[in-house]
């Protein structure tokens, strides 16, 4: 691929995602009073994180039914992802701040990956 091939799948590839960002607002920009609007900004974003925090614990290996909750409890993987989720939920609680939460949150997790047991594993 020569530089301005390179240069001009840059520039297209920006050119899309600039007009996906605009397009809502061109086009929605007289309906922002709608209910339905109004119902969507109000609860789409608590659902698009329960939707993350549950494809992400669910990423966790989960025990047999003949092992124990407490064993894999006890396991690197399943302690990390719920501590780090309990310090969001209730960082978000008490704070408000979803960058604040996230950013702790990610930062709790990565610190036990690269340091807790699972670093030894």
């Given at each position: 691929?020569?530089?301005?091939?390179?240069?001009?799948?840059?520039?297209?590839?920006?050119?899309?995602?600039?007009a996906?960002?605009?397009?809502?607002?061109?086009?929605?920009?007289?309906?922002?009073?709608h209910p339905?609007?109004?119902?969507m900004?109000?609860y789409?974003p608590?659902?698009?994180?329960?939707?993350?925090i549950?494809?992400?614990?669910?990423a966790?290996?989960?025990p047999?039914?003949?092992e124990?909750?407490?064993?894999?409890?006890?396991?690197?993987?399943?302690?990390g992802?719920?501590?780090?989720?309990a310090?969001?939920?209730?960082?978000h609680?008490?704070?408000?701040n979803?960058l604040l939460?996230?950013?702790v949150?990610?930062g709790?997790?990565?610190a036990?990956v690269?340091?807790?047991?699972?670093?030894?594993?």
């Amino acid at each position: 691929m020569t530089t301005t091939q390179a240069l001009l799948l840059i520039g297209v590839a920006a050119l899309a995602t600039f007009a996906t960002r605009v397009t809502p607002f061109l086009f929605l920009s007289r309906h922002s009073a709608h209910p339905l609007i109004l119902h969507m900004g109000r609860y789409l974003p608590a659902i698009v994180m329960v939707v993350l925090i549950i494809v992400s614990l669910s990423a966790m290996s989960l025990p047999g039914r003949s092992e124990l909750w407490r064993d894999w409890l006890m396991q690197a993987e399943g302690a990390g992802m719920l501590i780090s989720a309990a310090c969001v939920a209730g960082l978000h609680l008490w704070r408000r701040n979803a960058l604040l939460s996230i950013a702790v949150g990610t930062g709790l997790y990565m610190a036990w990956v690269q340091l807790g047991p699972m670093a030894q594993a």
